[in-house]
Each structure stands twice: as C-alpha cells, then as structure tokens.
C-alpha cells in the first residue's frame, strides 16, 4: 500500500486557487433522486473567475462516494470533455453501488495545475436507488463520513489527488479507473451479493475544504 499525503505547499496552492476560481455544478442538488440504470443529468457552469474552465484542458467528469478525506470514483460519465460543454447526461450503472445518498458528481481538468494537480469541482451529495451493488465496509465508512467531514455540496476543488491505495481484496469487476471503487457480482464462494471492491481511494487533507458550504454557488469539498 502506498500512500502520499498532500503537503503543506500543495494544501495552501489549492486553498489559493480556490479562492480565485469556482466551477459550480448546478445538477445534481441535495434533492436530487437519480435511479440506477437511467441517465442522469449534470450540469455546470463557471464563474467566470481564472483559472477558466477552458484553461482545464478537457473536462472528466466521475461518479463518487466517499469523505472529505478520501473518495471513490465508481463510474466514469464523461471523458476528456470539451471546455465548452456545460452539461451532459448518462445513464448509471446500477452494479457500480447500493441504494444510497451518499453520490456525488465529481469533475476533473485534463491539464495540470503548476503543482502537477487537475482543477476539480463537485456536487453535492444526492440520493441513487435501483441500485443493484453493494458498498464493501471500507468504502461504507467514507461515504459515511467516518474519515473525515462528509462532504455535502457543491464544491471546487483545484487539486485534489494526494494519494492511491489497495482498500479491498474481495473479487470484483474494476473499472479501471484511479481511485475508483467498481462493484459487481462477487466473485467470492462465500457471497453472492454484489461488493465493491478493487478500490483504490483518493486521499484528500481534511482541511482542504468542506463540501457543501456552497451548494449556492461556493462550495467547498475535499
């Protein structure tokens, strides 16, 4: 298990930066309730603030779980977006976690910040139901907060990724993607419940921000 913890220098760049720009997803919001297996609607807009989003390079947009601390990208939406998209929809993949409101839009620049980081933004927490996968207990514990302050709303984040590691061993379909969390048909003779497994969490400083001081326009996350 290798793990990198975000450094004085990089929590200050981003807490810098944060100041100075704010992408804002204005969908989903708290009271949104997507379903598994239907398209979901995600919306955003940018502040006007530099850095732009179109100095983002492309825009990826992901799925998550988790806490201020740590967070799991389960399903990636969007891929290397065009700047100039403010929206999308995709369906969810109902395999990827179990019914929850604990999910969270997560989105990322393609370009790297001067401290080797991707501009980030996030959602608010919301509520998926018709979902046919299941949380294994270490990701369970991150999306309920258990590592730090949960976050709850909309929140820019300019850095974010400080670190990857192993947090399960169960069998499982994985997505492949970095600090991403697949859950499916377990592979395991002693289950034969959906998990989610292969996960490798993003670990964030606590102090970075708190999610959900904005869902109206400033928010603060990881």
Do not use: C
């Amino acid at each position: 298990m290798k793990t990198t913890f975000v450094s004085l220098a990089l929590f200050l760049a981003v807490v810098a930066q944060m100041v100075a720009s704010m992408a804002v997803i204005t969908n989903p919001v708290s009271s949104t309730k997507g379903k598994g297996g239907k398209k979901l609607s995600v919306v955003w807009n940018d502040d006007g603030k530099s850095p732009k989003i179109s100095d983002w390079g492309g825009v990826n947009v992901f799925l998550a779980v988790g806490s201020q601390n740590v967070q799991y990208k389960l399903q990636q939406l969007g891929s290397n977006l065009p700047v100039t998209q403010t929206k999308g929809s995709w369906k969810v993949d109902p395999s990827i976690g179990a019914n929850s409101k604990s999910y969270f839009i997560r989105m990322e620049g393609t370009k790297l910040g001067s401290d080797g980081n991707p501009p980030m933004a996030f959602s608010a927490r919301f509520e998926l139901s018709n979902m046919s996968g299941q949380f294994n207990s270490t990701v369970q514990n991150a999306a309920n907060g258990k590592e730090g302050a949960a976050p709850s709303s909309s929140t820019t984040g300019s850095s974010g990724s400080s670190s990857t590691s192993s947090a399960s061993s169960s069998s499982t379909s994985s997505t492949g993607l970095s600090g991403a969390a697949s859950s499916s048909k377990s592979s395991s003779a002693s289950s034969s419940s959906s998990t989610t497994s292969g996960v490798a969490p993003i670990y964030l400083n606590s102090a970075l921000v708190t999610v959900g001081a904005i869902a109206a326009g400033v928010a603060a996350f990881v």
